[in-house]
Antibody, heavy 121, light 106 residues
Framework: EVQLVESGGGLVQPGGSLRLSCAAS????????MNWVRQAPGKGLEWVSY????????YYGDSVKGRVTVSRDNAKNSLYLEMNSLRAEDTAVYYC??????????????WGQGTMVTVSS | IQLTQSPSSLSASVGDRVTITCRAS??????LAWYQQKPGNAPKLLIY???TLQSGVPSRFSGSESGTDFTLTISSLQPEDFATYYC?????????FGQGTKLEIE
């Protein structure tokens, strides 16, 4: 079964750091570009970050640029999101999502169940 | 690229035909996807490339494109279709989502 499972969320103080993980199974992670998407409580979806299949290319949303780093370890079938200088507005459920091949116009075809990050003192 | 999705909420009944619109601020070809999200769950891909149904998605869902205007149509609402729907452009970074349309039972 194709699956993504996020972990690492939790309660962190403003200014703190957190590292999210996303474990992939049922498919070969190294052949897919991957993304992180977040959703604040009661709000819509916000794209956070992209990483290419090799890990050589990354992009970030403006709201997290400079504070977040995406990485991956294809040998471990894992994706990561390192978040620093966290703010209250970073409070959200964080999803990892697989980007489908170009034949599917790069839609996000597989999503994890999400991990909750709460930034509060 | 901004996506303007409308309406933001919609009340309808089982059996109704509903249409949700997503307008892009610039051309995105067919790099548009539609997702369904139910409370407490991750989004689920319904349609990719503007009009192609994802495997396993019921045929009552359809998508169309006309320039920078995109529509998601549900031909005959079923009880399980009451959810929030989002459009997304995957043409260029930063990827963006529409604001969402909450479909509620009338």
């Amino acid at each position: 079964e194709v699956q993504l499972v996020e972990s690492g969320g939790g309660l962190v103080q403003p200014g703190g750091s957190l590292r999210l993980s996303c474990a992939a199974s049922g498919f070969t992670l190294s052949t897919y570009d991957m993304n992180w998407v977040r959703q604040a409580p009661g709000k819509g979806l916000e794209w956070v970050s992209y990483i290419s299949d090799s890990g050589r290319t990354t992009y970030y949303g403006d709201s997290v640029k400079g504070r977040v780093t995406v990485s991956r370890d294809n040998a471990k079938n894992s994706l990561y999101l390192e978040m620093n200088s966290l703010r209250a507005e970073d409070t959200a459920v964080y999803y990892c999502a697989r980007e489908a091949p170009p034949s599917m116009r790069d839609a996000f075809d597989v999503w994890g169940q999400g991990t909750m990050v709460t930034v509060s003192s | 690229i901004q996506l303007t999705q409308s309406p933001s909420s919609l009340s309808a009944s089982v059996g109704d035909r509903v249409t949700i619109t997503c307008r892009a601020s610039q051309g995105i070809s067919t790099y548009l996807a539609w997702y369904q999200q139910k409370p407490g769950n991750a989004p689920k891909l319904l349609i990719y490339a503007a009009s192609t149904l994802q495997s396993g998605v019921p045929s009552r869902f359809s998508g169309s494109e006309s320039g920078t205007d995109f529509t998601l149509t549900i031909s005959s609402l079923q009880p399980e279709d009451f959810a929030t729907y989002y459009c997304q452009q995957i043409k260029s970074f930063p990827y963006t989502f529409g604001q969402g349309t909450k479909l509620e039972i009338e």
